[in-house]
């Protein structure tokens, strides 16, 4: 069964600490591995798309990577406006769907 | 260029009511995907279409259903409400739906009681 797990579920960190979130994922067939940031009572906003193993993407102070197992979002001195939840998805081989994991949370105090 | 637009974003329904959500994608996207978004369950995906057909439903029960229609904009509609329907509705749409990047929107907050 193709299943995303993310960690840790919450993550609290001061201003300017540099972290890394992780996504786990076991799948038949990777088509896509999308990262979005979802702030309380909003829908999901895209950050970055992943398609293949080595492949990094950066945008701000959020930096991205892939391998065949595993993604992670690198946070390089964060701001407290950078506390969100922030979602790893999966799109599988031949499935017009994404597969969410549970998200982390992270709040970056000042 | 206009984001994806959800309405209403507020809803409070009756057991045993029926709702309908609607979506405007992206001018241009042709795939219009829903997801439910609870605290216990997270995201899961509901359905998705693509040009007006259905190509791919989640594990939901019947009470679920959507459509597409012709200049791509989307309604969900939700059946016989029970209070556990009560969730975060989300649209995304894309170009094409398959590894294209997609778009939320702000979503429909439904509260049954």
């Known amino acids: 069964e193709d299943q995303v797990t993310q960690s840790p579920e919450a993550l609290r960190l001061q201003e300017g600490e540099s972290s890394s979130l992780n996504c786990s994922y076991t799948v038949s067939g990777l088509r896509g591995l999308f990262w979005y940031r979802q702030d309380p009572g909003k829908g999901p906003e895209f950050l970055f798309t992943?398609?293949?193993a080595g492949e990094e993407k950066e945008k701000e102070r959020l930096k991205a990577t892939l391998t065949k197992k595993e993604s992670f979002l690198h946070i390089t001195a964060p701001k407290p406006e950078d506390s969100a939840t922030y979602l790893c998805?999966?799109?599988?081989?031949?499935?017009?769907?994404?597969?969410f994991g549970q998200g982390t949370r992270l709040t970056i105090n000042p | 260029k206009a984001g994806v637009t959800q309405t209403p974003r507020y809803l409070i329904k009756t057991r045993g009511q029926q709702v309908t959500l609607s979506c405007s994608p992206i001018s241009g996207h042709r795939s219009v995907s829903w997801y439910q978004q609870t605290p216990g369950q997270g995201l899961q995906f509901l359905f998705e279409?693509?040009?007006?057909?259905?190509?791919n439903k989640g594990n939901f029960p019947g009470r679920f259903s959507g459509r597409q229609f012709s200049n791509s904009r989307s309604e969900m509609n939700v059946s016989t409400l029970e209070l556990g329907d009560s969730a975060l509705y989300l649209c995304?749409?894309?170009?094409?739906?398959?590894?294209?990047?997609?778009?939320f929107g702000q979503g429909t907050r439904l509260t049954v009681v």
């Open positions: 992943l398609y293949s």
């Open positions: 998805a999966l799109q599988i081989q031949g499935a017009q769907k994404l597969v």
């Open positions: 279409y693509f040009s007006e057909t259905q190509r």
């Open positions: 995304a749409s894309s170009q094409t739906g398959g590894g294209t990047e997609a778009f």
